[in-house]
């Protein structure tokens, strides 16, 4: 190889190859002397042609020292240092390895290979400080295949004696996590020395192996601090932390590299006091703190929300003088907006001088997490440069918030600007396709996900299946759940809740035992899920009998919402008397949800004794909710008590409680459509009104006749709605039939219980239009087909 053409051209202006210009003579003792004193890449140049004009250059040391101190200034580019290396004549082992090593320090081991290969071809003395920076190259490349080469040239070359050649060896090889030969190596080593050993501690611990790691531990002549750091890490990691805590307190000598290795894992695990007070321990121990513990500190102070705290460690860091670094005012700025003091959080993101990406994400997530979506979205708008972490953010506060169309518009304008999703990006659109029922979208993120080959992982194949069955989909639900390369018991929950909310209570409760089956243990949830199928379908029975495997089997103490299923799937089947009982004997208060499903029982069953008791105690205990008010009115209402009807409205109308309008929403087309009761604002109002005409001629046809007896009881779900025929959910129908091409599902999310009227007809427009309807209402979905629904009258 032609040594000339191994590097780049010199940025240095002067040439090497100069004439002589002077007879000033030098010697070894004058260019000591004259390197001593050398400050800049100037006066280098002088020395350096001083040498080459005089013929000094040929002597051995001479270039060698020069080579040296050009390799070892900052102020020296290492291409002008090659450049030096190539006017050297026969360049010896100790010139090559010099340039080698130089070219290893600045990251370019490709080169430091390269200049092997050349002193190969040359004939160059290879000695035992050759190979380990050739091994040392491969490692920076992680290139176990070379690294296994320079090994082969070691064993013909009889270097394998050399501990330190032996040394990178092993560390070669567990840095390419080839344990099996890093051990061969240390166990057939004659000579092992501090290195050595660390080496093959270091490379145990990073695969992770914990018994082999302490083993050799054990087996160290001498436990030295850095092998006793990489213990704690390795025992953190793998979770055991008394172990961890019981080999520093045994350490007789302990650095800041030991502290903080210990409360890192501390805050990696949840154990967030324990971090804080370890670290109150290392302060009064008199070890000095360094960036990296500060910043494991301020996050454990952020999960606990112990601002003051957290400010405390923030005076220690002005004091100690590093509160200029970007990485801490990354973490302060978190741990302020976290804790919820976003003013302290803006001040320091002002005044810093050093901002990055995470800076900007931190502020915007600060502003989030206080409600301040205006502030976070004005601040995403000002960022220089927006990552996925950015989008993602501004996208799951939006989400977060409830702010679903937003969410959605700022998803596709990510798009737009050629942004790729991550899976956490996904997790938050889909949400938001969820609540708005919009299921292309929906479907669309799903095809994507499938051509970029994202990972669905448990957390978005959970959305996945979770968005599927909320839209009624229940086939696409089921085909991405069988898919899951893993499934955690949440993905089993959204499962069976799902099915159970789209009447298919039968394959629900089937689920539930297959999930017993696959060895997942059942939580608090699975059984809101399996209580609630049981509710859906009045399976009182079943209900009781898991209610009560719960403690007995699982160990599982049911909460408030268990007791709440319970309540509510006994009311529904008519046993109000022992729903009341079953509230009387709860272990805990009960709250206004469990109340307020006994009052909605006994509105149904016509019991106005139990409801009226009921319903003046939910009045009490929440005056503002419209919907108590209005229950209580509808059961006096149906007994034809209207004095108390009217105190009823009268005390609403005094307290300013508003009942909530009916809101039907579907999607056509892409675009999410929302109708109000009574609406007359749409766009394509005639053509709806035209539609509402047909098909009240068809029903009518069919027999069907206004229930009018439901204007009196539920006309609170539809106030300002001038007739049945106009409320929300029948406008959402109209405008599917003329929008919706068929056999495409016309489905639609209603924000309150469908009304029996409404129930009825959408029974009968699915026969007359022969259209399947779907319509999912505050408790479940009705999947109208053929005149019939999936709740089979059950609701």
């Not at 990552?387 to 679903?404: K, L, R």
């Not at 209570?505 to 297959?514: D, F, G, I, M």
């Not at 008519?574 to 729903?579: D, I, Q, S, V």
Request: charged share 20%; hydrophobic share 40%.
């Amino acid at each position: 190889m032609n040594w000339t053409k191994v590097c780049a051209l010199s940025p240095f202006k002067s040439n090497l190859v100069q004439k002589p210009t002077s007879k000033t003579t030098i010697n070894l003792s004058i260019l000591e002397g004259l390197l001593l004193k050398c400050q800049n890449s100037k006066h280098f140049g002088q020395i350096l042609s001083q040498i080459i004009s005089t013929g000094f250059i040929k002597d051995t040391y001479a270039a060698s020292r020069i080579l040296k101190f050009s390799t070892d200034s900052l102020f020296i580019h290492v291409n002008y240092s090659h450049k030096i290396f190539d006017y050297i004549e026969n360049p010896n082992g100790f010139i090559c390895n010099t340039m080698m090593r130089a070219y290893l320090q600045q990251n370019q081991p490709q080169n430091t290979i390269l200049l092997y290969k050349s002193m190969l071809k040359n004939d160059v003395c290879i000695d035992n400080y050759t190979f380990p920076l050739l091994v040392q190259a491969s490692t920076v490349r992680l290139s176990e295949i070379e690294g296994k080469e320079f090994h082969n040239h070691v064993i013909k070359t009889a270097f394998t004696s050399d501990v330190y050649v032996k040394n990178t060896l092993i560390h070669m090889y567990a840095v390419c996590e080839n344990m099996v030969d890093a051990r061969k190596l240390f166990d057939e080593s004659p000579v092992l020395d501090s290195v050595s050993w660390n080496s093959i501690l270091a490379g145990y611990v990073q695969v992770g192996n914990v018994e082999e790691a302490k083993v050799i531990f054990d087996k160290m002549p001498m436990k030295n601090v850095i092998a006793s750091n990489s213990m704690i890490v390795l025992l953190g990691r793998s979770g055991r932390m008394t172990e961890a805590c019981q080999l520093l307190d045994e350490m007789k000598e302990k650095d800041v590299v030991s502290w903080t290795a210990l409360i890192s894992c501390y805050e990696q695990h949840g154990m967030y006091k324990q971090a804080l007070d370890l670290f109150m321990q290392m302060c009064a121990n008199g070890t000095s703190i360094d960036e990296v513990v500060v910043i494991s500190v301020l996050s454990a102070c952020a999960h606990l929300l112990v601002v003051q705290t957290g400010e405390s460690v923030h005076g220690l860091v002005i004091r100690v003088g590093f509160e200029s670094y970007v990485n801490l005012q990354n973490a302060l700025i978190h741990m302020y907006s976290t804790c919820g003091d976003v003013t302290a959080a803006q001040i320091l993101f002002d005044t810093s001088s050093h901002l990055d990406q995470i800076s900007w994400n931190s502020m915007i997530s600060g502003y989030l997490k206080c409600g301040s979506l205006e502030k976070a979205r004005e601040l995403f708008d000002c960022m220089p440069e927006k990552d996925v972490v950015s989008w993602t953010t501004m996208i799951s506060g939006y989400a977060q918030h409830d702010y679903f169309s937003e969410t959605l518009a700022l998803f596709q304008e990510m798009l737009h600007e050629d942004n790729k999703p991550d899976e956490t990006t996904l997790v938050s659109v889909l949400s938001a396709c969820t609540h708005l029922s919009a299921l292309d979208q929906g479907k669309w993120i799903h095809a994507y996900i499938r051509k970029n080959g994202l990972k669905v992982n448990i957390i978005l194949g959970t959305t996945l299946v979770d968005m599927y069955l909320k839209c009624g989909c229940v086939e696409n639900a089921l085909e991405v759940f069988n898919g899951m390369e893993e499934k955690g018991v949440s993905s089993w929950n959204a499962l069976i809740l799902g099915l159970a909310m789209n009447g298919q209570v039968e394959k629900s409760l089937a689920v539930s035992q297959e999930m017993k089956e696959c060895g997942v243990t059942p939580n608090e949830v699975t059984f809101v899920a399996i209580l609630g199928a049981c509710r859906h379908m009045g399976l009182v029975d079943e209900g009781r009998s898991y209610f009560d495997s719960m403690t007995r089997y699982y160990n599982v103490e049911p909460n408030i919402k268990h007791y709440g299923c319970m309540v509510d799937l006994l009311g529904r089947a008519g046993l109000l008397k022992e729903a009341e009982t079953l509230i009387d004997s709860m272990p805990m208060a009960p709250d206004v949800a469990t109340w307020g499903a006994l009052l909605g029982a006994c509105r149904k069953h016509g019991n106005s004794e139990i409801g009226e008791r009921v319903g003046r105690k939910l009045i009490e205990l929440q005056p503002d909710h419209d919907g108590f008010h209005v229950l209580l009115s509808n059961i006096f209402a149906s007994k034809g008590n209207w004095d108390s009807v009217l105190d009823i409205r009268g005390a609403m109308s005094r307290q300013g409680v508003v009942k909530v309008p009916g809101c039907s929403m579907i999607e056509s087309n892409g675009a999410v459509q929302e109708f109000l009761a009574g609406d007359k604002s749409h766009p394509q109002i005639n053509e709806i009104e035209t539609m509402l005409a047909e098909m009240e001629k068809r029903l009518k046809i069919m027999g069907y006749a206004p229930g009018t007896d439901e204007v009196l009881l539920d006309i609170d779900e539809e106030e300002k709605e001038s007739t049945l025929f106009r409320h929300s959910e029948k406008l959402a129908i109209a405008y599917g039939l003329i929008s919706i091409t068929p056999p495409t599902p016309i489905r639609i999310i209603k924000n309150l219980r469908i009304c029996s009227d409404c129930h009825t007809a959408a029974k009968l427009i699915s026969k007359a239009f022969n259209r399947e309807i779907v319509i999912r209402d505050r408790h479940r979905f009705h999947h109208f087909k053929d005149g019939s629904c999936s709740c089979m009258e059950f609701w």
